[in-house]
């Protein structure tokens, strides 16, 4: 636990009054100075952790303190530093305190003035984070939970779908080598699988086929061919999936929920808007779905189910090509070719 006293930054090119400041906080502060607000803006990249408070003079050289508070607004690693303005008498502290300030104080200093307003200032921003040290803690807990939930969903259809075997484990391996070879490629497709957080869209990929805990076994373990109407159902694990999903949160507030959704609901949609539940076209389908979709139809073709046996790799391939902008996002099926051996390793580890 670090037991230093808070540090606290002072901006004026004034050298008396730094001194002044630092007389009257030194017992109870750290001090360090600059002598405008490149410098201070300088030292901040430097310091580490940031300081709990700055206090910041209004007109100084090469950069005032109301510019170096407005370039501190657009950076998150400096904006949450509350900062005191240091003013005159001709400062307007209205502006002052509309544009962002938590206080200010006045020329010439009155020590005890500045001491409260220091120490008042002190507080709130201890208070602040420890109150955000403590929603990140719960947001992590909640967010374990969540994935063992819903890593638990993906056991439960993996066990019930006797075909499925390592399925789960092998199609999530495909979508994690299909994702880092797009990124290191530096594909068209890049940056989106970027922001949109490789660890998630792998972990999504285990409830792709959630929605099947609906389906009856008697549909699900058929040994042989669907007709029209059991089939009409066996599609419904898209739908279902996505409701089931829905009921564990916001996707809107949770990337790994919305690729799930996302997955779940479009892995079964088709380049050519043949596919299910909504016929969707192109690149309406989400990134995450049409490589999903890659990674299913390939391991349904080389692994043995109860309607079928597994074909071979070669063969596997030649179908996925034909599949190319039909079935399959073209560029995708593109990317897949040079990792095939990868694909087929993992196939053969995970039977």
Known sequence: MDN???????????????????????????????????????????????????????????????????????????????????????????????????????KPFLPEIVKLRVKNQIKLKNYSDSLEEMVAEKTAEATRVLDSVLQGLASIIEHRNMESGEHVKRTQLYVKNLTDYLIESKSIYAEELIAARPDLIMKAMALHDVGKIAIPDSILLKPGKLDPEEYDIMKTHTVKGMEIIKELGDAESSLYLKHSEDICYGHHERWDGKGYPQMLKGTEIPLVARMAAIADVYDALVSARVYKPSMSFEETIKIMKEGAGTQFDPFLVEALIPIQEKFKEIALQYK
Do not use: W
Not at 5 to 12: C, G, H, Q
Not at 32 to 53: I, Q, R, V, W
């Open 4 to 106: 230093k006293p808070p540090s606290i930054l002072v901006v004026d090119d004034i050298d008396v009054n730094v001194m002044i400041l630092e007389e009257i906080l030194a017992g109870d502060y750290r001090v360090f100075s600059a002598t405008n607000g490149k410098e201070a803006l300088e030292m901040l990249e430097k310091t580490d952790p940031a300081p709990k408070l700055i206090l910041l003079d209004v007109v100084m050289p090469q950069m005032s303190g109301p510019q170096m508070f407005e370039i501190m607004k657009q950076k998150p690693a400096y904006s949450r530093i509350p900062v005191i303005f240091i003013t005159a008498e001709n400062d307007s502290e209205s502006q002052l305190l509309a544009a962002g300030a938590v206080d200010f104080i006045n």
